[in-house]
C-alpha cells in the first residue's frame, strides 16, 4: 500500500509538472486545472502500465518497450480528450489537440524509465535487506555480515546438510541442480 501510495504521488507531480509544461508550450490553457488533469493522468497511468506489461509479455525487451509506447500514445490521446472534457483545460486550436499528447507520451517514457529503474533499485534493496535479517535471525555474529558468508569456526549444532545448505546459499542451487548443470558439460 505504501508503495502504491509513493507512486501515485510522485506521478501526481510529475504529470502536474508535465502539463504546466503543455500549458506553457501549446495553445492549450491548462492553468491550476493541472492539479485535477493531473488525478485523472495519474490514475490512467497506474492502471495502464500494468496492463501494457501484462499484454506485451511475449515480445522482446525491445519490442515490448515499442508497443507499449505506441499504445501509450493512442491512451494519451484519449486521455488527453477526457482531460480535457472532464476538467477546466481548454485545447485552443489543432496544435493544441495534436502537441499535447505529443509531450505527455514524452513525459510518460521519462516516467517509465525513471520508474523501472527505481524498481529495480528497490528490488536489490528489499533482496540485500531480506539476506541480511534471515542471517541475523541464524545467529550470526554481525547484522551487517552477508548471507553467503560462512562462519570461520563450526558450530556445535553443524551438519552435513547445514553445510549443503551453505553452499547452496554460496551460487543459489541446490545439489540436484547443480549435478544437472555438471552433466551438460
Known amino acids: 500500500m505504501r508503495n502504491l501510495i509513493v507512486r501515485f504521488a510522485s506521478l501526481y507531480v510529475f504529470n502536474v509538472v508535465v502539463l504546466l509544461v503543455i500549458g506553457w508550450l501549446t495553445p492549450a490553457r491548462v492553468g491550476l486545472h493541472a492539479l485535477w488533469a493531473s488525478v485523472i493522468l495519474t490514475l490512467a497511468t497506474l492502471v495502464l502500465k500494468p496492463m501494457l506489461k501484462r499484454a506485451a509479455t511475449s515480445l522482446s525487451a525491445g519490442g515490448t518497450k515499442v508497443v507499449q509506447y505506441l499504445a501509450v500514445f493512442v491512451v494519451e490521446f484519449v486521455i488527453w480528450l ?15 489537440w495534436i502537441v499535447p499528447p505529443v509531450i505527455l507520451l514524452i ?35 554481525s547484522p551487517t555480515s552477508s548471507a553467503a558468508s560462512v562462519p570461520s569456526a ?32
Open 107 to 141: 513525459g510518460w517514457v521519462v516516467y517509465d524509465q525513471i520508474d523501472d529503474a527505481l524498481s529495480r533499485k528497490a528490488g536489490e534493496l528489499y533482496d540485500a535487506a531480506g539476506a541480511r535479517i534471515s542471517a541475523s535471525r541464524r545467529g550470526s555474529a
Open 82 to 96: 477526457l482531460t480535457v472534457w472532464l476538467s477546466g483545460v481548454r485545447a485552443g486550436n489543432v496544435w493544441g
Open 154 to 185: 563450526p558450530s556445535a549444532g553443524s551438519s552435513r546438510a547445514t553445510a549443503a545448505g551453505r553452499e547452496e546459499l554460496q551460487d543459489g542451487l541446490t545439489p540436484e541442480q547443480r549435478r544437472m548443470l555438471d552433466e551438460l558439460g
